[in-house]
């Protein structure tokens, strides 16, 4: 196991290919994330949980 790319937040891996396996239309509270620093750009809607999960695969991609 090459180690939990999740738990460092202050020191995030990056990789030349991220694979992001989204659950399409599943809803999340984004209230909780208006301050984590994977959402830079904006939190993305509670409805749109697909693309939050883009997000955060963004931020793992060189």
């Given at each position: 196991?090459?180690?939990?790319?999740v738990s460092?937040?202050?020191?995030p891996r990056t990789f030349d290919v991220v694979r992001v396996n989204?659950?399409?239309s599943l809803r999340w509270d984004s209230k909780n994330y208006e301050d984590d620093f994977r959402f830079k750009f904006g939190v993305t809607p509670a409805s749109k949980a697909?693309?939050?999960?883009?997000?955060?695969?963004?931020?793992h991609s060189n």
């Open positions: 196991m090459l180690g939990d790319f460092d937040v202050d020191n989204s659950t399409y697909d693309c939050a999960f883009l997000l955060h695969g963004l931020l």
